[in-house]
């Protein structure tokens, strides 16, 4: 070898023409770290392509099935104390409610009515025994007087009376006759239950023939033939007739005014009863 081969430098690998260098290395200059590399990114965004689907996934069944509930801890709670409300003190048992008594429609045959105002009653006798409501007593000496012109003289026997009254009239001759409340009923209203109590009822009897009065037979006597024939047009009408709605015994001598608005409305319920 002679001396200029001998002194000659190796190349430099700046200085290799590319087509000098082998092919598999100038393809791939690091070829282990090439591949490593791009296997980590691969894997990189796989795994960022699963979150991403796993989240959407999660999204869509949340929004669809409610597979993920957001009740609050507050909510058991509240519903696990409902039930103690119906235990409240406030809220009163119906067993512990008090029964208010009330007062029958319909007692013995009798209807319940409110006892007039001392104020408005005025006295249709002399002596003023007999007294009825301002209204009802006008009418009644317009037609006792008519009557009188007719010869026919009425006897007022009853017209106002009050509970005291009445428990004398219905109690006390009860135990006198020996009746049971339902025959005395027959001829006589329980303490509440009378028409008395209202000031528009009177009992009359004939003046001419007074062993008639409180009796059926009144209806032979000239007093209620002429009752029978005239009362109405004084606003006056019987209020136990034969047969009557409440059962009540016949009761010629007994009848009540219904004049006025007040009447009306008083007596509706004895009105619209049936037989």
């Known amino acids: 070898m002679d001396n200029a081969s001998l002194s000659r430098k190796p190349p430099q690998a700046s ?60 909510e058991p709670t509240q519903q696990n104390s409902a039930p103690t409300s119906s235990a409240s003190p406030s809220v009163a048992s119906p067993a512990s409610t008090p029964k208010v008594p009330t007062t029958p429609d319909n007692l013995l045959g009798h209807l319940p009515y409110p006892e007039a105002p001392a104020k408005d009653l005025v006295g249709v006798t002399s002596d003023g025994s007999v007294k009825l409501r301002t209204s009802a007593a006008a009418k009644y000496q317009e037609m006792a007087n008519a009557a009188a012109a007719s010869g026919i003289y009425f006897a007022p026997i009853s017209g106002f009376r009050s509970l005291q009254d009445q428990q004398h009239v219905f109690f006390d001759v009860k135990a006198e006759r020996r009746q049971n409340a339902s025959k ?89 009863m049936k037989k």
């Open 184 to 272: 005395r009923a027959e001829v006589s209203a329980p303490p509440g239950y009378s028409e008395h109590h209202t000031g528009y009822a009177i009992d009359i009897g004939d003046g001419s023939a007074p062993e008639h009065n409180l009796s059926p037979s009144f209806e032979n006597t000239e007093a209620f033939k002429w009752l029978e024939a005239n009362a109405v047009a004084f606003s006056f009408e019987m209020s136990f007739p034969k047969n009557n709605r409440q059962g009540v015994s016949y009761e010629p001598w007994h009848w009540r005014f219904v004049g006025d608005k007040q009447s009306l409305e008083t007596f509706y319920k004895a009105h619209s």
């Open 15 to 74: 200085e290799l023409v590319a087509d000098e260098i082998p092919e598999a290395v100038r393809d791939h200059p690091y070829p282990e770290a090439g591949q490593s590399q791009s296997k980590k990114k691969g894997l990189i965004w796989k795994l960022l392509g699963l979150a991403a689907l796993a989240c959407g996934v999660s999204i869509w069944l949340h929004l669809n099935f409610n597979l993920f509930p957001t009740t609050s801890q507050a």
